[in-house]
C-alpha cells in the first residue's frame, strides 16, 4: 500500500493487512490484489461497526433494565420458554446458562426482588419449582428489545436464501477461527 493512499475510514488501517502486516507473516494475500484486499478490509470493518452496535445496544438495554448480561439471558429463555409453553425450573435455567445452581439461586433470588420474575409450584411435580417471567417485564423487554431483535429480523429477511446461507456461513467460519487453538 502506498502513502498516499487513504482508507475512507481510517480506521480501517488497524483492520488493512498491508499497514499492520505487511511482510504477510500472519495475513498471506497471494492472489490478492488491492481491491479484493480493499473489499475483505471494508467486510472486517463492516463487522466491527456491528459488533460496536451491538455491545451498545445491549449495553443500553442492560442498563435500561437494570440487569446484567446473565440477567438478560435468564429473562430471554423465560421468555421464550413461556411462548413455547414449557414450564421452567431452576435447574434448566442453570443448564441454560451454564451457572452452579447456588449462583441460579442468587440470580432468581435478585430477579425476583426486582419484580421481573415469580417463583411458584411446578405444575405437575411436587418437588420442583416453576419460573416465570413477570408480566411487566415480558411488556418491558418486549418495546425495547423485542423492537430491535425485530429490526435485526427484518434487515436478514431482506437478503435473498442464497445471501443468507453466505452469510451464515461466514459466520460460522468466523466463530470457528475464534476459538483458541488447542
Known amino acids: 500500500m502506498t ?30 490484489d488491492d481491491a479484493d484486499v480493499d473489499s475483505v478490509v471494508r467486510v472486517l470493518a463492516a463487522l466491527r ?59 432468581l433470588d435478585r430477579l425476583e426482588r426486582a419484580g421481573h420474575v415469580t417463583r411458584s409450584p411446578h405444575p405437575t411435580d411436587r418437588r420442583a419449582l416453576m419460573i416465570t417471567v413477570t408480566d411487566a417485564t415480558r411488556s418491558d423487554a418486549r418495546e425495547s428489545v423485542g423492537k430491535v431483535h425485530a429490526r435485526r429480523f427484518e434487515a436478514a429477511a431482506r437478503l435473498t436464501h442464497d445471501e443468507r446461507d453466505i452469510v451464515i456461513r461466514f459466520l460460522t467460519d468466523l466463530s470457528a477461527v475464534a476459538e483458541p487453538e488447542k
Do not use: C, Y
Not at 488493512?16 to 490478492?32: A, C, F, H, W
Not at 452496535?53 to 421464550?80: G, I, P, V
Not at 414449557?86 to 442453570?94: D, F, I
Open 3 to 32: 502513502s498516499d493512499r487513504t482508507p475512507p475510514d481510517s480506521s480501517a488501517w488497524l483492520l488493512d493487512p498491508r499497514v499492520i502486516d505487511p511482510t504477510q507473516e500472519l495475513v498471506g494475500r497471494s492472489g490478492m
Open 49 to 107: 461497526t456491528w459488533r460496536e452496535a451491538e455491545q451498545s445496544m445491549s449495553e443500553a438495554s442492560q442498563r435500561h433494565m437494570k440487569l446484567n448480561a446473565t440477567d438478560m439471558k435468564a429473562l430471554r429463555f423465560l421468555m421464550a420458554s413461556r411462548n413455547a409453553g414449557a414450564v421452567v425450573t431452576p435447574g434448566m435455567l442453570a443448564e441454560t446458562l451454564r451457572i452452579s445452581t447456588a449462583s441460579t439461586t442468587k440470580l
